[in-house]
């Protein structure tokens, strides 16, 4: 099986030619799901789909879809309720059969999860099952067709225990682990946000390598992983002055940094700014005496790409398009992937 490459676009990503041909799925973010288990489906990328597929007859194109604003419970009470589960699972058919998707992904952040500013239910595991199951149906019942199911899931402990990993993993075509925000606004700890590895003397030994093998580990198949890589950054501020600024505490989480195009041009190793690379987590990071930013370069997608090969996963994706407009970590996974399918 060839590895996949798969890009999350927003409505700010704007697909060209090379990048369809380098690409093998892409995860349009986002449809909406509301309450009553129809789904807002309409999206920029909608009008250009059979201009994607012209350019790259073989990619597969998704519709991704979280909670409708404004309802931050929908995924919890859709997937609680029989006949709104159905028509959650008619509605995913439609996309396929009218609106010209290959499928659907769900990013539900996160089921049984009420600290990420969304309502939830302890239920919600047990439910997410039914809900994938009778979606899983619905597709299957489309003719002519064999459309995709997947999901985003949270690389760590807590979503192993809120998701029922070996049910889902039945009905799934493939699971995107989001080895990304490892560290983020809840960690008021500088390091790294998605490093391949552990550092020692992180106190939180999270890594894209430890969520992998923890979702192996609770009966997800290999074939069906892909590990997340970041086109954006994640940066501390007023962080010590030790250490390079790496695994110092401060008064605050990680809030989103630079994307790519942005970290290139101005702070890569520029305007006070030095390039580090920590060779034990296989990871970069910036500091200025003050601000420690933390990103994925082109040095450390192809370290991901070669685990990818060695280790036997399903492939690798990214968020997000539009924090790249060179192409150069497209680029630079289309490469590490396809070289290492040769081997």
């Known amino acids: 099986m060839s590895k996949y490459i798969l890009g999350y676009a927003a409505e ?4 060209t030619q090379e990048d369809a041909e380098k690409l093998t799925h892409i995860c349009v973010a986002f449809g909406k799901l509301r309450m009553d288990g129809t789904i807002l489906w309409d999206h920029p990328i909608h009008e250009h789909l059979e201009e994607i597929r012209g350019w790259n007859p073989e990619i597969r194109i998704l519709l991704s879809l979280v909670n409708n604003s404004g309802e931050n419970n929908a995924f919890t009470t859709v997937c609680a309720d029989p006949h709104l589960r159905q028509v959650f699972a008619e509605s995913c058919a439609e996309l396929v059969t009218k609106h010209g998707y290959d499928g659907v992904d769900l990013d539900w952040e996160y089921p049984c999860v009420p600290s990420n500013f ?6 919600d595991r047990d439910n997410f099952t039914e809900t994938l199951r009778a979606i899983r149906r619905a597709l299957d019942a489309v003719p002519g067709k064999k459309p995709l199911l997947s999901i985003a899931a949270g690389a760590d402990v807590y979503y192993a225990a809120s998701v029922d990993l070996p049910a889902v993993s039945e009905v799934l075509d493939f699971i995107n682990l989001m080895t990304y925000d490892l560290k983020c606004g809840f960690h008021a700890l500088s390091g790294h946000h998605t490093q391949l590895y552990s550092s020692t003397g992180d106190y939180f030994r999270n890594s894209c390598d430890q969520a992998l093998r923890l979702f192996v580990a609770n009966g997800v198949p290999k074939e069906k992983l892909l590990m997340g890589c970041a086109f954006y950054s994640r940066k501390w501020e007023n962080v010590p002055n030790r250490n390079h600024g790496f695994l110092q505490l401060t008064k605050s989480g990680g809030g989103y940094g630079p994307h790519w195009d942005d970290l290139e041009e101005n702070y890569l190793n520029r305007n006070g700014f030095t390039c580090y690379w920590d060779e034990e987590a296989k990871a970069p990071f910036l500091f200025d005496g003050s601000t420690f930013i933390s990103f994925d370069d082109p040095r450390s997608l192809k370290e991901k790409c070669d685990y990818v090969n060695r280790e036997g996963y399903a492939g690798i994706f990214y968020w997000e398009h539009h924090c790249d407009t060179t192409g150069k970590l497209l ?6 992937i396809r070289q290492g399918e040769g081997k």
Do not use: F, K
């Open 118 to 123: 969304q309502d939830s239910s302890p239920m």
């Open 12 to 15: 700010g990503a704007r697909i």
């Open 331 to 336: 680029d630079t996974l289309y490469q590490g």
